[in-house]
């Protein structure tokens, strides 16, 4: 393992005015994606789609570091026959790759998730190395509820985490460590942020007994926040500062950045928490974004799987990239948003 090419690319993939682009829907998630659109989920259509992201030259060359790809993208090829992968690297970006293969019920835990995929995970890493992946991402996923989380589904999650976080180091790719907390549920930000500090605590935990180095590593949390269904909606600024806080406390210095999830956030809504975290500096840590939806449910709706629509679509997309590149330094303006619109 090289520890100081790691610690270069997970610095780079967290560069001030840049973030990541999560576009590594599985099958079933961006057919869900595409109903809304009324798009037909073919591969032709999801290459089509992709193809018009990574050709936004704009976005790309300016504010998106990285891009998280989903396995059949990685071996997709444009329309000319450029492979999807090259589009990025020509661009600037860094290809990364999702490489959990999603989550299965936990045994003996009521409505819990454990994410699976380690097996034969090393051959895998191996193979996207070739291909030109530099880092990669597993998402554990925690929900809040009633009596849960369990200790447990924290436990195993965490422990698979940091075995595919080592796995991904000794490949030479630096692993996104994302234990998504998820923020579906009717429960307040205090309860929140104390599910988050202890999936935090336990997943650094694991990793340090896994001996992960945290220099080479990014990490990709949720944000403290409200349950969507909760009547107590926190505002931007206690999102911001319980966030900061809550990170302070957990995330060691060591760990070079920072990439938060939108977990279901309004797209302005997760570039207005990113830009107050950054007017509480200065941070320890690289501090930006890795959006999926928070970025692509305009330009997905702008494209509507229309070919005279690419042009519209990218520039949706540039817009956001712009929004967020600008938020990761505390320089977003709502009246930025009003301008564009
Ligand atoms: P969202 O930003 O849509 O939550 O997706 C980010 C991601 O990569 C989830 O794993």
Redesign the pocket.
């Known amino acids: 393992m090289n520890l100081t090419e790691l610690n270069r690319i997970a610095t780079a993939m967290v560069a001030p005015g840049k973030g990541i682009l999560?576009a590594?829907e599985s099958s079933g998630t961006i057919k869900k994606r595409f109903d809304a659109i009324g798009v037909e989920s073919t591969e032709a259509n999801r290459r089509d789609y992709r193809e018009m992201l990574f050709r936004s030259n704009e976005a790309m060359s300016q504010y998106i570091s990285g891009v998280?790809l989903y396995d059949e993208t990685i071996w997709q090829d444009a329309k000319d026959g450029t492979p999807l992968i090259k589009l990025i690297e020509q661009s600037g970006a860094i290809p990364g790759i999702?490489v959990d293969e999603g989550t299965q019920a936990l045994p003996m835990c009521p409505g819990e998730l454990v994410t699976v995929g380690l097996d034969k995970l090393a051959e895998r890493l191996k193979k996207y190395y070739e291909r030109g992946a530099r880092f990669a991402?597993w998402?554990a996923v925690i929900d809040i509820g009633s009596g849960i989380p369990s200790m447990t589904a924290i436990s195993v999650n965490a422990h698979a985490l940091a075995r595919y976080a080592a796995l991904c180091q000794a490949a030479q790719i630096v692993p996104i460590v994302?234990p998504?907390v998820l923020m579906d549920g009717d429960h307040d930000i205090d309860r929140c942020y104390d599910v988050t500090q202890r999936v935090l605590n336990k997943t650094f935990q694991e990793l340090r007994v896994q001996r992960v180095a945290l220099e080479g590593m990014v990490l990709?949390p949720n944000m403290a926040i409200s349950g969507k269904k909760s009547p107590k909606q926190a505002g931007v600024e206690e999102v911001a500062e319980k966030t900061v806080r809550l990170l302070k406390a957990c995330v060691p210095a060591a760990v070079p950045g920072i990439a938060?999830?939108?977990?279901?956030?309004s797209d302005e809504e997760?570039t207005a928490h990113l830009n107050a975290m950054h007017k509480l500096g200065p941070l320890p840590w690289g501090l930006t974004f890795?959006?999926?939806?928070?970025?692509?449910a305009a330009p997905q709706k702008a494209w509507s799987g229309k070919a005279e629509n690419v042009a519209a679509g990218q520039r949706a997309f540039s817009h956001r990239a712009r929004m967020n590149g600008l938020a990761s330094k505390g320089e977003w303006q709502s009246s930025l948003e009003k301008k564009a619109a």
Not at 290 to 296: F, I, P, V
């Open positions: 999560a590594d998280i999702k991402k998402r994302e998504e990709k938060f999830l939108s977990g279901g956030q997760a890795s959006y999926g939806r928070a970025l692509q």
